[in-house]
């Protein structure tokens, strides 16, 4: 049991999924997953194209979250400027299946670009548990750059109800502190979380390769301030 500096609630939903072409809107039901069909692609560099792209709430406004690109032939897109969910992670982590989703993933926070083909792409996003999960098509054109703007609907508003988000109980292991001090606040700001514990382990010689085991208060402090969510042990 965890003994935390103050009592929070933490909020467990079911993401409802919903597909958005334009104006049409469908309604997805959840199933269990399979692995996640196609394979990762990069982008060939002499004919892609450089798109700008943002994830916008209902008021028009940035906000981080997660996306993901799949190309014409069901192909997922490579975006090697971007964070990957799974950082960190793999196959043994939570198996194969499960995996394969988390892994098609990516950080967007705020404007980035990426490079994607000239080709009909499906874009998917969606930010933290509260969000339906947005679906478009981009058609590239004949321009050399796009910009996309990928509005996402919320279905509940936990800060209305004096509710928080949070992650308690997080390690992260076999990256660089630099890559740490990235996937813990980016992650964390694409989920929508309040706050963060990380959990110091001590385990022997498995601890050894903990890099979260060596931030000290000051790291959480700086990572509080980068982000906007609180971070503590």
């Known amino acids: 049991t965890m003994s935390l500096p103050f009592r929070f ?23 269990q997953p399979a692995a996640l069909e196609g394979t990762r692609c990069p982008v060939d560099e ?18 981080a979250g997660l996306i993901r690109f799949r ?9 090697p400027n971007l964070l990957r969910r799974s950082a960190g992670l793999s196959e ?3 198996g194969v299946a ?6 098609s993933w990516y950080v967007l926070d705020g404007n980035e670009t990426v490079r994607l083909p000239r080709e009909t792409v499906r874009i ?5 548990l509260e969000s339906r999960l947005t679906i478009l098509k981009h058609d590239p054109g004949e321009g050399t750059t796009a910009q996309i703007d990928v509005p996402l609907t919320f279905f509940y508003d936990r800060r209305a109800r004096g509710k928080v988000a949070g992650n308690v109980h997080l390690h992260l292991q076999k990256m660089t502190a630099a890559e740490a001090e990235a996937y ?3 992650v964390a700001r694409a ?6 514990y990380l959990s110091y382990l001590e385990r022997a010689e498995a601890d050894a390769h903990y890099i979260s085991n060596t931030f000290t208060q000051a790291d959480l402090a700086r990572f509080t301030e980068h982000s906007g969510v609180l971070f503590g042990y």
Request: hydrophobic share 45%.
């Open 71 to 79: 190309d014409a032939n069901g192909n997922w897109i490579e975006c």
């Open 92 to 94: 043994n982590s939570f």
């Open 98 to 103: 499960v995996f394969s989703h988390m892994d």
């Open 124 to 128: 998917e996003a969606f930010a933290g």
């Open 46 to 63: 002499s004919t892609g194209q450089n798109v700008i792209i943002r994830i916008l709430n209902e008021e028009g406004k940035e906000v």
């Open 184 to 186: 813990a606040t980016g």
């Open 9 to 31: 609630t933490l909020l467990v939903f079911v993401l409802t999924l919903s597909t958005m072409a334009h104006d049409v809107v469908h309604h997805a039901p959840l199933v």
């Open 191 to 196: 989920d929508q979380l309040d706050v963060v």
